[in-house]
């Protein structure tokens, strides 16, 4: 796939070996990856024109986009990137020296990138009262990083969805109680039991769109729905490069919805759950539970991989759900997040 998509390079370059490789890098997110990546195929392409290398850059971007589950988030960073390079002002002697340029000017934005995450956090610490009770769902870094610098400096409580079925929310809860953060896990289906207990909802994001609407670990929806109908504000923390230019209408207009979510098996006959289904490590059993099963040893209550297929990674919030998203460039009202991405693209 890769070696027909790719324009040709030196080296026999492979831009998604590449992308994997900086993944690596655990402060390295998804779009700064990409970034990272096509700023390294701008130093290996032979493309001579700006033509040959923006044609280089979309089959790169297509490379990446075509072997990544979610690619969203990864879109966005390609996006933001091959913009910069269309857009970018130059008076360079020569091709081979614009190239140059581009390179140092790539890999000095993702330098500086890195420092996003320390920025919304102080934006966001304004906002955080003393003995503020946070419900935050799934893990996201820049809301650890958030949720850690005011813990710094206030007293706050978390309650965290479990995230399920990736369970992404246990990492969420053992990193903050290992920091000394009173933290408690909340059932996905118990988010509205727990709402009139918290003071906002702080989440992260894979993509800010151009409604000014979130794209989040799927769950992220229905929190903002019930945070709404409980007047608790609902924040999202998102980098600016996560902005993305996408406008969807509905959970089935993003490009991760795929023909198999959602979809019935074609076949009616029962499928028994198979001894090694997913399910999280060392789950207590209420007595209830283990009188109530008449289910042999090897079959269980926890979806499998096939079930888990089926369903969504991520969801669409709508804007009028979301408070502010706070982003490196300021606190944003879903309106601002439209008015800036038109500005960022305008050139």
């Known amino acids: 796939m890769a070696a027909t998509a790719e324009a040709p390079t030196k080296d026999g370059f492979d831009i998604w070996t590449t992308y994997q490789s900086i993944l690596k890098d655990e402060e390295i997110s998804t779009p700064l990856a990409a970034i990272l990546a096509l700023t390294e195929l701008v130093q290996r392409s032979d493309a001579g024109t700006m033509f040959e290398l923006v044609k280089a850059l979309n ?159 799927v769950g992220s929806n229905q929190i903002a729905i019930i945070a709404k109908a409980a007047n608790v504000p609902f924040y999202a923390l998102a980098e600016s490069y996560k902005f993305h230019r996408l406008f969807p209408l509905s959970q089935y207009d993003l490009p991760t919805h795929k023909p198999n979510i959602l979809s019935f098996p074609l076949t009616a006959t029962p499928t028994p759950y198979p001894k090694d289904s997913v399910s999280p490590e060392n789950q207590p059993v209420s007595t209830a539970e283990q009188n109530a099963s008449t289910l042999t040893h090897s079959q269980t209550r926890y979806m499998t991989q096939e079930q888990i297929a089926r369903n969504p990674d991520v969801d669409y919030t709508r804007p009028d759900l979301i408070t502010l998203v706070f982003s490196d460039v300021g606190s944003l009202t879903p309106e601002g997040v439209s008015q800036y991405l038109v500005g960022m693209f305008a050139g």
């Not at 913009?83 to 390179?103: C, I, R």
């Not at 003393?130 to 650890?144: A, E």
């Not at 479990?162 to 903050?176: D, F, I, S, V």
């Open 59 to 217: 089959d790169g971007a297509k490379v990446l986009n075509e072997r990544t589950p979610n690619p969203i988030s990864l879109n966005a960073g390609c996006e933001l990137f091959i913009a910069f390079v269309t857009l970018f002002p130059h008076d360079s002697d020569s091709f081979s020296d614009l190239k140059k340029e581009l390179v140092k000017q790539g890999q000095k934005y993702a330098n500086e990138a890195l420092t996003y995450r320390q920025k919304i956090a102080r934006l966001t610490l304004e906002f955080i009262k003393d003995d503020s009770i946070i419900l935050t769902h799934s893990y996201s870094r820049v809301v650890m990083k958030t949720l850690l610098c005011a813990h710094e400096r206030k007293r706050i409580s978390v309650y965290v969805t479990e995230a399920r079925p990736r369970g992404l929310g246990l990492r969420t809860y053992e990193e903050l109680t290992a920091a000394g953060i009173p933290c408690t896990v909340v059932l996905d289906s118990a988010v509205s039991y727990v709402m009139n207990k918290v003071d906002f909802v702080l989440v992260g994001s894979e993509a800010v769109v151009e409604s000014g609407g979130l794209i989040n670990a």
